[in-house]
């Protein structure tokens, strides 16, 4: 069965960082690309950022562009997102999402981390 | 705002059809990209509904239709039960972006 796991959201000051985690298991991770997708409170689902299955392409929003990095160890099964100079903006729950072979949409989802920046 | 359309909400009484549009432009849906929909109950895990524009994953009733024609999409529901009620948001490429992207998310409440 597959599984996947976010962990890492929690309050940060406006201008703060946080690393977010999601562990996939029941899957041959390294074979597929991942994502994190976020919702606001009150608002649509929004892709933030992409990374291919070896971790070599990665791919961003132009709203996180500069300020998210993503990343993944293979050898972990885990998916990793960096968020620094985070904005009131980025308050949303962030999902982690496995791709298809077809690079164009998700099978899987986690259940998310909630992200709120407050002061 | 988001980049693809669709309806805040839709209701329909049990055994009801219902169908839930999604509407984008030349750069997404207009251009090819195909368009995929996922179900979401809140405090659970998005699932995916329909790929490929009309394609079930093992799992999802046949009550689950969905269509592309032109600059949109619809999903269709038919035979409404209680367990439909939720959050549905479609998705698709947009070329000019260079992003994936989402519809606003469409709540259906069966009455």
Known sequence: EVQLLESGGGLVQPGGSLRLSCAASGFTFSNYAMSWVRQ???KGLEWVSAISDSGGTTYY?????GRFTISRDNSK???????????AEDTAVYYCAKHTTNWYYFDYWGQ???VTVSS | QSVLTQPPSVSGAPGQRV???CTGSSTNIGAGYDVHWYKYVAGTAPKLLIYGNNNRPSGVPDRFSGSKSGTSASL???GLQAEDEAD????SYDRSLSALVFGGGTKLTVL
């Open chain 2, 76 to 78: 269709a529901i038919s």
């Open chain 1, 40 to 42: 606001a409170p009150g």
């Open chain 1, 112 to 114: 998310g981390t909630l």
């Open chain 1, 77 to 87: 099964n885990t998916l990793y997102l960096q968020m620094s100079s985070l904005t």
């Open chain 1, 61 to 65: 929003a132009d709203s996180v562009r």
């Open chain 2, 19 to 21: 169908t839930i549009s």
């Open chain 2, 88 to 91: 549905y948001h479609c998705q």
